[in-house]
């Protein structure tokens, strides 16, 4: 009896570490549009963003300047150049490089130029948890996407899937923000180019 209690407890542990850490699900539309496709534009956006606790990311932003700046002069604005900068060095490279390790093999390309391509794929964050560490104690970064399929150059939207994903670093060497955020965006894309490989190119 206890042999078996202590498998369940692992059985659903694990189960529930790998629904926290990565979720894709189609909301509506079909992907398989995707198959016999080359190359698929893909854009990055973070239109109506909530980060932690609040609602709307220009509070966020304003709250952590403030507070950077009260303890040492200029460390908020350096902060905020690091928030918004990171999303293009760190954030949507390091997504592009992992959905791609999963559909290069389908002979599925991602380009951040549209043009030529038939379809773009639209990356919103609709949500940002940067997570913290401070040694003693620590929190993994979260981010929840929708992810928008539509017809290049218009608005004419042929899939919408969720795709959300935890991140943090072997080792836990992740104190800077933009770390573990890079390491949410990996796992995102992650998972949502195995979704792919296995749901719409084959």
């Given at each position: 009896?206890?042999?078996?209690?202590?498998?369940?407890?692992?059985?659903?542990?694990?189960?529930?570490?790998?629904?926290?850490?990565?979720?894709?699900?189609?909301?509506?539309?079909?992907?398989?549009?995707?198959?016999?496709?080359?190359?698929?534009?893909?854009?990055?956006?973070?239109?109506?963003?909530?980060?932690?606790?609040?609602?709307?990311?220009?509070?966020?932003?304003?709250?952590?300047?403030?507070?950077?700046?009260?303890?040492?002069?200029?460390?908020?604005?350096?902060?905020?150049?690091?928030?918004?900068?990171?999303?293009?060095?760190?954030?949507?490279?390091?997504?592009?490089?992992?959905?791609?390790?999963?559909?290069?093999?389908?002979?599925?390309?991602?380009?951040?130029?549209?043009?030529?391509?038939?379809?773009?794929?639209?990356?919103?964050?609709?949500?940002?948890?940067?997570?913290?560490?401070?040694?003693?104690?620590?929190?993994?970064?979260?981010?929840?996407?929708?992810?928008?399929?539509?017809?290049?150059?218009?608005?004419?939207?042929?899939?919408?899937?969720?795709?959300?994903?935890?991140?943090?670093t072997f080792g836990g060497n992740d104190w800077d923000t933009g770390v573990r955020l890079a390491e949410a965006y990996?796992?995102?894309?992650?998972?949502?180019?195995?979704?792919?490989?296995?749901?719409?190119?084959?």
């Amino acid at each position: 009896m206890k042999k078996f209690m202590f498998l369940f407890m692992v059985a659903a542990l694990l189960f529930a570490t790998n629904s926290l850490e990565a979720q894709v699900r189609v909301q509506k539309g079909d992907i398989k549009v995707l198959k016999g496709q080359k190359t698929v534009g893909v854009k990055f956006t973070y239109d109506n963003m909530a980060v932690g606790k609040f609602k709307k990311e220009e509070d966020y932003i304003k709250k952590k300047v403030k507070d950077y700046n009260e303890k040492e002069a200029g460390r908020g604005d350096s902060w905020k150049e690091a928030w918004i900068n990171d999303r293009a060095t760190r954030f949507e490279p390091k997504f592009l490089d992992l959905v791609s390790k999963y559909t290069e093999k389908s002979g599925l390309q991602f380009s951040t130029d549209p043009a030529g391509t038939k379809y773009t794929i639209i990356v919103n964050t609709d949500f940002s948890e940067p997570g913290f560490n401070v040694y003693v104690a620590r929190k993994n970064a979260e981010i929840k996407t929708t992810i928008t399929i539509v017809e290049t150059g218009s608005d004419k939207v042929v899939a919408k899937l969720s795709a959300s994903g935890q991140g943090r670093t072997f080792g836990g060497n992740d104190w800077d923000t933009g770390v573990r955020l890079a390491e949410a965006y990996a796992k995102t894309g992650k998972e949502f180019g195995k979704y792919l490989s296995k749901k719409a190119l084959k």
